[in-house]
């Protein structure tokens, strides 16, 4: 069985990489020439933990190959997966579906034998039962294509493990004879993980497609609910991680993404809530997700709320002064700047004034692309050099791992916003800092929280 992966982007080179680990021959297909040449090389265009080694490996045997030829990949494959992009339609909240209707249309006109058509982009309900529709007409004659829905829950930072060992696979089929036929050659490719005890669940096209969306809603429900406690807990008095950790102890509830502080962002969760949303508007059921737009407000206001903290730490005004911004991307482990809440607030402060020196491992030179008047800077050491402020906004081991004692020769004011609850309060506190952090009450300088709590 040849397998080819439409789109290498995140997900598309991850998914090739895994399917040649799984032992298929694959070719990963991208309109973009410059990523098609760096992949053949065996060099990620992007980071990824784990990714470069066996990207090196698999096109190093030649199991694993790149083109931009549709005409190469119709003439290849016997499954044909779809990773393009589904980003935000300018000026709309919806989806914009044009790369996956052209790769799917360029794939069955191009496909010379019979094959499958497996999508994985992010895809508002509807999308494959029209996809199908689309395959069909554009198919050469005596050639059949069957199209499914297989969606991909990977994390960035965790791509391989998620994808060679996922929580559980989804598969929307067709509701006919063809459908059951391509439900059998998936159930082919993913024989190993079916065979290690992941769940496989078998539904039709619309379940699936919503599964996708409405496990990242949920993730982002459950992101903006903490947050929207810390509200409370920075005024009120209490402490947003200690909170956490209680409910989290629930079984029901769970503890996992349940970590407060300057909220979601990324490539995903924010475009999947806006297309869910646009989407159930226009199937005239807006109300029911409704709630979504306080999820997003919420995450908003906690960016908001960063920017006037930094500012009255500095005595109510940034003009001028000089902020250490720790972190560029969205999560740690990515140089993925897409939404990313850490780039949007060291953004915010330097349009209104701030000198901001920011410095991120991995994703300076995409920040940089993008907000190109910020400063980016090589290291931590560099960025807090003559620092007003510190403030963390992407927790990198050697963010999490930096100490008082060292930051204290180096800034001009021992001030540090903890804008992801992840450093010890009490530590920096005692060591003389102006300590604050997203969910907690300020803690005066030099006062140890044990005493506030008397
Ligand atoms: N990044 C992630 O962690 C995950 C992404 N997804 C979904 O997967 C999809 C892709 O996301 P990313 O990989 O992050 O996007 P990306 O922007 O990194 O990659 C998309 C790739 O598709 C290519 N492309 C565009 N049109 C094409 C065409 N007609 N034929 C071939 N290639 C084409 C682009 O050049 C680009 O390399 C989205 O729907 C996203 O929501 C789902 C789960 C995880
Ligand atoms: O559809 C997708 O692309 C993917 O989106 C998310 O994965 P990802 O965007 O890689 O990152 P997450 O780990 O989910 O984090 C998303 C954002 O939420 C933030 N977050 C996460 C957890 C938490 O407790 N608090 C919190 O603020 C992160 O800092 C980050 O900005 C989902 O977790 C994946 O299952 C999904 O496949």
């Known amino acids: 069985m040849r397998i080819t992966v ?13 399917m040649a680990e799984l032992g298929f021959e694959v070719l990963g297909v991208d309109v973009d020439p410059v990523k098609v040449d760096a992949l053949s090389r065996g060099e ?5 933990p784990g990714l470069p080694e066996l990207l090196r490996k698999h096109t190093g045997t030649g199991r694993l190959r790149f083109t931009t030829s549709y005409e190469q990949a119709g003439a290849f494959g016997d499954v044909h997966f779809v990773g393009v992009g589904t980003p935000q339609r300018p000026g709309s909240q919806a989806a914009d579906m044009s790369y996956v209707e052209a790769a799917v249309t360029a794939i069955a006109a191009a496909a010379t034998r019979d094959c499958v058509i497996a999508g994985k982009s992010t895809v508002p309900v509807g999308s494959a039962r029209r996809l199908a529709a689309l395959a069909a007409e554009h198919a050469r004659d005596g050639v059949s294509v069957e199209l499914v829905w297989n969606p991909e829950f990977l994390r960035e930072g965790f791509a391989v493990a998620d994808t060679l060992s996922p929580d559980r696979m989804v598969l929307g089929i ?8 391509a439900e059998a050659v998936l159930r082919q490719v993913y024989a190993r993980q079916l065979g290690s005890g992941v769940p496989l669940i078998v539904t039709d096209y619309e379940t699936a497609e919503l599964v996708k969306v409405a496990a990242n809603a949920f993730l982002a429900t459950k992101i903006s609910f903490i947050n929207a ?7 009120a008095g209490g402490d947003i991680r200690t909170l956490a950790d209680a409910i989290g102890m629930d079984e029901r509830i769970g503890r996992k993404f349940l970590n407060a502080g300057v909220g979601f962002g990324g490539g995903c969760l924010p475009k999947d809530i806006r297309a869910l949303r646009a989407r159930a508007a226009e199937l005239g059921v807006g109300e029911s997700v409704r709630f979504l737009a306080e999820v997003e407000d919420i995450n908003t206001r906690r960016r908001e709320h960063t920017v006037a903290t930094v500012t009255e730490m500095l005595g109510g005004s940034v003009v001028g002064a ?10 740690p482990d990515s140089d993925d700047v897409r939404d990313s809440p850490a780039l949007d607030i060291a953004a915010r402060l330097h349009s209104i004034g701030a000198e901001v020196a920011v410095v991120d491992p991995q994703a300076n030179a995409n920040a940089a692309a993008r907000y190109p008047r910020l400063d980016y800077v090589e290291s931590l050491e560099a960025a ?5 402020v510190v403030v963390l906004l992407t927790e990198w081991a050697r963010f999490k791992a930096m100490t008082p004692e060292e930051l204290a020769p180096l800034v001009a004011e021992r001030r540090i916003l903890d804008g992801r609850n992840v450093l010890d309060p009490a530590r920096w506190t005692d060591a003389g800092w102006d300590y604050r952090a997203l969910g907690r009450r300020a803690t005066p300088a030099g006062v140890p929280e044990a005493v506030l709590q008397e």
């Open 44 to 48: 990620l265009p992007f980071h990824e």
């Open 384 to 388: 807090v050099a003559g620092a007003e």
């Open 322 to 331: 000089q902020v250490a911004v720790l972190g560029a991307a969205f999560k």
């Open 229 to 235: 406690l810390s509200e409370i807990t920075e005024t």
């Open 6 to 18: 439409l789109g290498t982007g995140y997900l598309g080179a991850t998914h090739a990489a895994a």
């Open 174 to 181: 067709a509701d006919d004879t063809g459908g059951a036929a």
